[in-house]
């Protein structure tokens, strides 16, 4: 009932000939029809030329975040408008680095989700725990909190429409990964959480994944794909996991 989506999140990576590159290595590789999703999330500067260059093919365009304000005079934000008018699909909002680093908290991540949602493009929203809190037994806690601030902004019918990722933070970008039983308790939590809308919701599973143990998260019945970030800058890598998860 859920399709499995697999997005690969660029980061600050690389320049035009290597997005042309990987982007062509990545669709010679998945022609066709495939039961899995595959979405990938360039650079800003990057995605005119990932649009252009993905044209109408199988792999779908996706922002690594977005801007809370819809236009105005907001130096250096890009809107959702701006990319759905790109061809972009999803955004993702909430990401461990973005909150570490440029201090968003869970009322601008809720914002931010909304405002995707208003352009008509898919918000992927990350949550996670930090590895104090796992140690402090407060995960679900700090999960719920999370989901909670999105749900008393935006309505939570409207978290059930977007992709939520579970990314534990002390897993992103570590070569350390959640195992299946600990993604699959959180997945579950969070399912159960959205209530009889969240049947649908697709929910996957991020921080360190490879095509070594992406088929043992796959198996999990709560878990609906990943968002990966170092191995989606290798073209044979990605499509193996994208392949794990068909
Ligand atoms: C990420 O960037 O969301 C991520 C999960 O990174 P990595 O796969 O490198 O841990």
Redesign the pocket.
């Known amino acids: 009932m859920r399709r499995q989506i697999v997005i690969g999140?660029w980061?600050l990576h690389g320049d035009q000939q290597f997005v042309a590159e990987l982007l062509r290595e990545l669709m010679n590789g998945w022609i066709g029809v495939h039961q899995a999703e595959v979405v990938v999330c360039p650079s800003f500067v990057h995605m005119d030329l990932a649009g252009r260059t993905l044209g109408h093919s199988n792999i779908m365009l996706g922002a690594q975040d977005v801007s809370h304000f819809a236009e105005g005079a907001y130096t250096g934000d890009v809107s959702a408008s701006m990319l759905h008018d790109l061809g972009c699909h999803y955004a993702i909002v909430g990401?461990s680095e973005r909150r570490r680093h440029y201090g968003e908290t869970n009322e601008l991540v809720a914002k931010k989700f909304q405002a995707a949602q208003d352009a008509r493009l898919v918000p992927i929203l990350c949550v996670g725990e930090s590895a104090k809190e796992r140690e402090q037994g407060i995960t679900l806690e700090v999960i719920g909190r999370q989901l909670q601030a999105v749900a008393d902004y935006c309505g939570a019918e409207r978290i059930a429409r977007g992709v939520i990722a579970y990314?534990p933070l002390w897993?992103?970008?570590?070569g350390k990964i959640a195992s299946p039983e600990q993604a699959q308790e959180v997945h579950e939590f969070i399912r159960r959480g959205l209530g009889p809308a969240g049947v649908v919701t697709r929910i996957v599973y991020?921080?360190?994944?490879t095509p070594s143990n992406a088929q043992s998260m796959f198996a999990m019945p709560d878990i609906d794909g990943a968002?990966?970030?170092?191995?989606a800058l290798r073209a044979s890598d990605f499509l193996e996991i994208c392949r794990a998860a068909e």
């Open positions: 999140n980061k990401h990314e897993a992103v970008g570590t991020g921080g360190s994944v968002l990966v970030g170092g191995a």
